[in-house]
């Protein structure tokens, strides 16, 4: 998989809107962007992933540059239950190893 | 509600015993994975089952066997278990070909002692 670089950290005001940046510049045309996020003690969960066309759904929108080497993930009006570590990771579909790097903890503050 | 059961939710081990930990998904996905987290060392894959039948090796597999014997099982088991072993365990599951993302249970924590 292609490396993926991610602040360590990010603060966010409840009710705001949450902009995560992803680089991925070594990214290659068949691969994806997938984002995931863990909450403190629980399993990671999907949140979203697209080729190269920005994607929505009931979560988070993902914004794709057109030359694919960076991404942001968008949480539209932040709660203080999405504070977690948010992973950006690269992979071609099939490929098993999904591979986590330290990802962006995100605090949300009222 | 569809998705991943991890049993049991902790344990604590003498080292030395041996340990399976069981994980049952109801998505008939056709791939699952283990993997384990530490502190500092984030998410590593131990090993993976891309079909019924079939195992592989992920990035941190001694000490730690598999078995695929049909689509919904996928247990994770300790020989003789040891200290360094101690983690949380998180399975998980994937429909391969489709894109869709993985679904994770929520852990077992074990502590060898």
């Known amino acids: 998989d292609a490396k993926t670089t991610q602040p360590t950290s990010m603060d966010c005001a409840e009710g705001r809107a949450a902009n995560l940046p992803c680089n991925h510049s070594?990214?290659?045309?068949?691969?994806?962007v997938y984002w995931y996020r863990q909450i403190h003690s629980q399993g990671p969960q999907y949140i979203i992933h697209?080729?190269?066309n920005n994607e929505t759904n009931e979560m988070a929108s993902l914004i794709i540059t057109e030359d694919r080497k960076s991404s942001t993930l968008i949480l539209p009006h932040a709660t203080l239950r999405d504070t977690a570590v948010y992973y950006c990771?690269?992979?071609?579909?099939?490929?098993?190893?999904?591979?986590f790097g330290a990802g962006t903890t995100v605090t949300v503050r009222a | 509600i569809a998705g991943i059961t991890q049993a049991p939710t902790s344990q604590i081990l003498a080292a030395g015993r041996r340990m399976t930990l069981r994980c049952t998904q109801d998505?008939?996905?056709?791939?699952m994975y283990w993997y384990r987290q530490d502190l500092g060392l984030g998410l590593r894959l131990i090993h993976y089952?891309?079909?019924?039948?079939?195992?592989g090796k992920g990035e941190v597999p001694d000490g730690y066997s598999v078995s695929r014997a049909n689509t919904d099982d996928f247990p994770l088991t300790l020989a003789s278990a040891v200290p360094s072993q101690t983690s949380v365990y998180f399975c998980?599951?994937?429909?391969?070909?489709?894109?869709?993302?993985?679904?994770f249970g929520s852990g077992t924590r074990l502590t060898v002692v």
């Open positions: 070594t990214i290659s045309g068949n691969e994806y």
């Open positions: 089952s891309n079909t019924a039948g079939t195992t």
């Open positions: 990771i690269v992979r071609v579909v099939d490929d098993y190893k999904l591979s």
């Open positions: 697209g080729l190269k």
């Open positions: 998505m008939r996905h056709n791939a």
């Open positions: 998980a599951s994937s429909q391969e070909g489709t894109g869709n993302g993985y679904t």
